[in-house]
Structures are given as C-alpha cells and as structure tokens.
C-alpha cells in the first residue's frame, strides 16, 4: 500500500512525497531512519489524512492478566520535579552530542532510579520503535505534563528537539528552585511557632497546676490574672481536644472549600489577601505562570495554547481568570500588554513588559526577564521574613513566659506584704 507523507527536516524545512509500506508506523520509521520528523501520512486510496498519533492504551502485561504489587506500587510513588529535570536535561545532552533519541532513552531507563519513571522511559522507547513521535509517546503517559508534551512537540515539527529538551529542563529546574524557597518561607516560622506552642502547653499543664494546688491550700486571695490562667490551664488540660478538633476541622473545611468549584474562588482569593504570607504567594504564582508563558512561547508553542497552560499553571482562580481573559483578548487579535492594562490583577510593571515583548518581538524574553524579577523579590521577601519572625516569635514566646511568671509570682507577693 502506498502513502502520502509529510515530514519536517533537521533545518525546519517541510518534506512530502510517497513511500510504499503495510501499516503508517512503517512510513513513520523509515522517515525516522532518513533524519525525518514524521507530521503526517495518509492512504493515496483518498482515505483521510491520519496523523501519527498515540496507539490504544496498552499494558506491560499480557491482556487479561493484573499488574503485579511492585508494579502497582510504582505507579503509586511520585516523580519529584528534580527527577524530571534531570532526565529531560541528559536527553537533551546525549541528543545534541550526536546519540539518536532510540540510544539515548535506552541508556536513561536503566541508569534512572526512580523507577516509575523508568517505566514510563521504556514505554516511550517502545513506541518511539513503533514509529511515533517522542511527544505522541510521552502523551500515552501520565507522568508528563501537557506542558511539557506541547513544548517537545513543538520542538520535534521545529527540528530543534535537542534546544526544546535543554529548555523544559531549565523551566523544571526553575520550577524546583521556586518551590524550594516557598517551603523554606513556610517552614522556618511553623516550626518555631510549634515549638513555642509546645513549651507553652507544658508550662501551663504541668507547672501551673503544681502552684494551683500550693495556692488552694493556703486558702489565699488570687487576683483575676492569677484566676485567669489556673482557668485556661485547667480547661488546656481536660479539654485540649476541642482546641485540635477545632483547628483540624477549619483545615478540612478550608480543603473542602478549595475542591469545590462553587467556593475555589473565594478561597484563592481569600489566600492573596493574607498578609504577609499572601504577597509571597502572589509572588510565586507570577514567577511560574510568567517564565511557564515565557518557555512555552519559546519553544514556538502558539500563543493560545500557551495562554492556555499558563491559566492551568497558575493554580489559583483569580489570576487564572486574569490569564483567560488575556486568551480571550488574543482571540480578537487585541495586544496582550494593553489587555493586562486593563486587568487588576496583573501588576503595571507586568502589563509593561507584556507591550515591550509584543513591539520587540522578544515576548519570550521579557517575560523571563519578568519571571527572574519575581523571584529575584520572592527571595528578598523569604529573607524579610525569616528576619522579622524570629524576635518576633522569640517576644512571643517571652510575653507567654512573663505573663505565666507573673499570675504564679504576684499572690506569692502579696502574701508576704501581708505577713509583713
């Protein structure tokens, strides 16, 4: 049977032409062999076009059989973004120094650790030898994001897969870094303020309690501060289950809020207005989407689809909305910059630099640029905060230990005045 196809070459230019074989796979291989980039075959009979698309959903087992316990565990542990990035960053090195993509993801599958993602690279082997393209055969797996199938693919029809390779490794490891300093701006003040909770819940239970009795027997006259804290000891000791009741069912009630489509919104924004912590996380959300829009575009993704992804990155409704509103102007052939002008969420500086790319024609590279200033302030605002909470947690803790101080010292006070 003989087949029309289409194809891209090495230097980006599109070649077609007619190759006799049973099955398109066959074509898809062949164009492979000659350095060709496969985009299209169909019959010559008139049958429509049939892009080289992903086959049936297919198993490591046998048909009708169940996947053993390691297999199922493996689908069950996670891929860290780190993992990732390293893959993608030696593909991208053993391709560009001359190993076909075949070599190079047979050498990765059995030198990678993580072995849910070594299964994954096999699979993608496997169908890259049935002819596919990488990016058709990453899309057969979970373990890849859509960003970064759009990203490979348009490096395979660009003839740059190497470059694309090298770029989703860089916007990974970007990514990794950010979300290591909105841990470190998160972990720092929750551990300290656990401690503290800690050495106050011991204080009032266990040392308190001893002067109650002292004070009971002697039959003196407590001031209200006094009876203040005997009180909050006693009910802290006997019914400190309601207090982690409490606080575990406002996190279940905020989780529930943040599933549910009717109320995701109010809560998104309900986090930016948080103070302190809410600038961080506005923060953030601008450095990904910013350098996510960035990549993409780079990577000659079209400039809707990238829209698009970056409204799925942003993880947060408000500015997703902000994102899609920017899609929407772009459908009507209106600029981006002038558009985000219009847009409260987006900050001018953004909208700014939106314009400059658009007249440029450098809107990749701007909005990079705008993605490094973000965390270039991510990292100055973690290091503020880091700075600040500490006395101020250390006064914390201090007023709780002087307030206690005092309700347990001022009776002991004013009995000796009396005896005096």
């Not at 390691?70 to 860290?80: A, D, K």
């Not at 201090?398 to 309700?407: F, K, R, Y």
Request: aromatic share 8%.
């Amino acid at each position: 049977m003989r087949y029309l196809y289409r194809a891209r070459a090495k230097d980006g230019s599109i070649k077609e032409g007619e190759y006799q074989a049973d099955r398109p796979e066959d074509v898809a291989t062949w164009l492979r062999s000659r350095n060709l980039m496969p985009i299209s075959v169909r019959e010559m009979e008139g049958m429509p076009e049939k892009k080289v698309s992903s086959p049936k959903k297919s198993s490591s087992k046998k048909e009708g059989t169940s996947p053993g316990f390691l297999e199922r565990m493996q689908q069950i542990s996670t891929i860290s973004i780190r993992d990732k990035a390293v893959f993608f960053r030696q593909l991208s090195t053993m391709v560009s120094s001359g190993l076909t993509l075949g070599a190079s993801l047979d050498i990765l599958k059995d030198q990678t650790s993580n072995k849910r993602l070594a299964t994954a690279i096999k699979e993608i082997k496997r169908l890259l030898d049935g002819g596919y393209p990488l990016a058709t055969a990453m899309r057969r797996r979970n373990e890849f994001s859509p960003l970064m199938i759009s990203m490979v693919q348009a490096g395979e029809e660009g003839g740059l897969l190497d470059v694309t390779l090298d770029r989703v490794a860089t916007f990974l490891e970007k990514q990794e870094a950010l979300s290591r300093k909105i841990k470190s701006a998160l972990t720092y003040p929750i551990v300290v303020m656990l401690f503290a909770l800690g050495v106050l819940y011991l204080m009032v239970t266990v040392i308190v309690p001893k002067f109650q009795k002292v004070f009971a027997g002697i039959n003196a006259q407590l001031p209200k501060l006094t009876l203040g804290v005997f009180a909050f000891a006693d009910f802290l000791k006997h019914k400190w289950y309601l207090i982690l009741g409490g606080i575990l069912f406002t996190v279940l009630l905020l989780m529930v809020l943040q599933r549910m489509r009717s109320t995701r919104g109010f809560v998104d924004r309900l986090k930016l207005r948080v103070p302190v912590f809410g600038d961080i996380l506005f923060k953030a959300i601008m450095a990904r989407t910013m350098r996510t829009l960035g990549s993409l575009v780079q990577a000659g993704v079209p400039i809707l689809t990238s829209l698009d992804m970056t409204m799925e990155v942003a993880n947060n409704v408000k500015i997703a909305r902000g994102f899609e509103e920017l899609r929407n102007s772009a459908k009507q052939g209106a600029s981006l910059g002038e558009s985000a002008k219009k847009l409260k969420i987006f900050p001018p500086m953004v909208a700014h630099m939106l314009s400059v790319g658009e007249q440029t024609g450098k809107l990749e590279e701007m909005m990079n640029k705008v993605a490094d200033w973000y965390d270039l302030e991510l990292d100055q605002k973690v290091s503020q905060l880091t700075s600040i909470l500490e006395p101020v947690l250390i006064v914390f803790v201090g007023g709780v230990v002087a307030l206690v101080a005092l309700a347990v010292f001022m009776p002991i006070i004013s009995a000796i005045q009396t005896m005096l």
